[in-house]
C-alpha cells in the first residue's frame, strides 16, 4: 500500500550513540517534515523538507540533523543521543501544493538511557 | 506565531453519546485548521480540514467541526461515539508552507 514507511518502529540507545531514522514515502510527494510527539505536548517540528534538495529548521532541531537523500527519502539523524530525545518521532508527507494533507508514517519510538 | 491549544485532556464518554472536543487557536491569519486522530501505537489519520467557505465541516467517521473565527475555536462534534472512537485526537493549524502546530491532545475513553 502506497503511504509513509518508517524504520526502525523501536530502538533503544545509551547516551552519546548516533543513530538515523529513515523515511520513505512513494506518493510522489514534494514535501517532507519529521515531527517529535512526547506526553502532554502534542506534536513538535523538528525540520522539514520544502522540495528535494532543500531543508529547514522547524520548531526544535537542536540535537537532529537530516538529509533528503532524494524525492523519496528524508532521513533524520541523532549524532550524540541525549535522554531528552526519548520520544516518539512521526514522519510525515505532502504533495504538490494545494494538496493540503499531511500523510504520516507509523512512528519510530526511541528510548535514550 | 501560531498555537493551539486544547483545554481538555482527558475526556470519558458514555458509548452512544454525544462527544464534543474543544480547540482554540492563535494565528493573525486566516488558517488552515485540521483534527487528526490516532489509535495507540499507530500513526495520525487525518479526520477532517477546514481551508475555507462553509463553516461546519464534514469528515470521517461521523465527525464533524465547526470553524468560529470570532471565538478563534474549531471544535470536534460526534452525536453518538463508538467504542472504536476511543483514541488521542489533536487539533493543528497551518498556514501555506504547512508547518503544522499541534496541541497537546485530548484522550477520549468510551465506557460501555
Known amino acids: 500500500n502506497a503511504g509513509v514507511t518508517q524504520t526502525p518502529k523501536f530502538q533503544v540507545l545509551k547516551t552519546g550513540q548516533s543513530m538515523t531514522l529513515q523515511c520513505a514515502q512513494d506518493m510522489n510527494h514534494n514535501s517532507m517534515y519529521w515531527y517529535r510527539q512526547d506526553p502532554g505536548m502534542g506534536l513538535r517540528l523538528i525540520y522539514y523538507s520544502a522540495s528535494e534538495g532543500t531543508t529547514d529548521k522547524g520548531e526544535v532541531p537542536n540535537g537532529y540533523n537530516v538529509s533528503r537523500l532524494n524525492k523519496r527519502e528524508f532521513s533524520l539523524r541523532l549524532e550524540s543521543a541525549a535522554p531528552s530525545q526519548t520520544s516518539v518521532y512521526f514522519c510525515?508527507?505532502?504533495?504538490?501544493?494545494?494538496?493540503?494533507?499531511?500523510?504520516f508514517g507509523a512512528g519510530s519510538r526511541l528510548t535514550v538511557l | 506565531a501560531q498555537s493551539v491549544t486544547q483545554p481538555d485532556i482527558h475526556i470519558t464518554v458514555s458509548e452512544g453519546a454525544s462527544l464534543e472536543l474543544r480547540c482554540n487557536y492563535s494565528y493573525g491569519a486566516t488558517p488552515y485548521l485540521f483534527w487528526y486522530v490516532q489509535s495507540p501505537g499507530q500513526g495520525l489519520q487525518l479526520l477532517l480540514k477546514y481551508f475555507s467557505g462553509d463553516t461546519l465541516v464534514q469528515g470521517i467517521k461521523g465527525f464533524e467541526a465547526e470553524f468560529k473565527r470570532s471565538q478563534s475555536s474549531f471544535n470536534l462534534r460526534k452525536p453518538s461515539v463508538h467504542w472504536s472512537d476511543a483514541a488521542e485526537y489533536f487539533c493543528a493549524v497551518g498556514a501555506d508552507d504547512y508547518k503544522l502546530s499541534f496541541g497537546a491532545g485530548t484522550t477520549v475513553t468510551v465506557r460501555a
Open positions: 510525515a508527507s505532502r504533495g504538490l501544493p494545494g494538496a493540503n494533507v499531511l500523510t
